[in-house]
């Protein structure tokens, strides 16, 4: 009867129901704390690697290991002499201050995240600090530090000709993301 009928619908979706709140759900796995470099492959020169961004400010750029003129073309480059992110040390990004690579960094405000997503795990880093200075000026990173620092720099000012003697330094620490451990 259809009333019978029903009745056995009701009662396979009450097993049903049961089954599913019984059953507990599958937890995703932790992201890793840290990450041993034995594990990672570090980047080629010229090599992409990763991607830079940032939703508020519309940022999303190519990461590329290495920061000659030819790479800068494609998108922000990692100096070499720095530290891969999540490494102790610091990670210097750098990109032409045009619309399309690093101009975006001109409305970058103290408390912004930056994201940034390697070959071997995803970063969030917050915006701590930022100052203009000559190009020359050698205060502006220490590459023998071992105090964890993205800093990301781009030609100052925005508008102008080309040329430019100063820089926008951008200092940043991490929020999140594995540390790379040697």
């Known amino acids: 009867t259809l009333q019978e009928e029903i009745a056995l619908q009701l009662a396979a979706a009450l097993d049903t129901a049961r089954i599913?709140?019984?059953?507990?759900?599958?937890?995703?796995?932790?992201?890793?704390t840290s990450i041993s470099l034995s594990e990672i492959s570090v980047p080629a020169h010229g090599e992409k690697f990763g991607t830079i961004s940032s939703a508020r400010l519309g940022l999303n750029?190519?990461?590329?290991?290495?920061?000659t003129n030819a790479i800068?073309?494609?998108?922000?480059?990692?100096?070499?002499?720095?530290?891969l992110p999540g490494s102790a040390g610091q990670t210097i990004i750098c990109a032409h201050n045009t619309a399309k690579y690093f101009g975006p960094l001109e409305h970058a405000e103290i408390g912004d995240i930056r994201h940034i997503q390697t070959s071997y795990a995803e970063?969030?880093?917050?915006?701590?600090?930022t100052k203009v200075?000559?190009?020359y000026d050698t205060s502006t990173y220490?590459?023998?530090?071992?105090?964890?620092t993205l800093i990301l720099y781009t030609c100052?000012?925005?508008?102008?000709?080309?040329?430019?003697?100063?820089?926008?330094?951008?200092?940043?620490?991490?929020i999140a993301g594995p540390s790379l451990m040697s």
């Open 20 to 32: 599913a709140r019984d059953t507990p759900a599958e937890t995703p796995l932790p992201e890793p």
């Open 61 to 67: 750029l190519s990461l590329i290991y290495g920061d």
């Open 72 to 83: 800068l073309k494609q998108g922000a480059g990692m100096y070499e002499g720095s530290k």
């Open 123 to 129: 970063y969030d880093d917050e915006i701590a600090e």
């Open 133 to 135: 200075a000559s190009m």
């Open 142 to 148: 220490d590459l023998n530090t071992t105090e964890e």
């Open 156 to 174: 100052y000012p925005f508008y102008g000709a080309p040329g430019k003697k100063d820089r926008l330094f951008i200092y940043a620490k991490r």
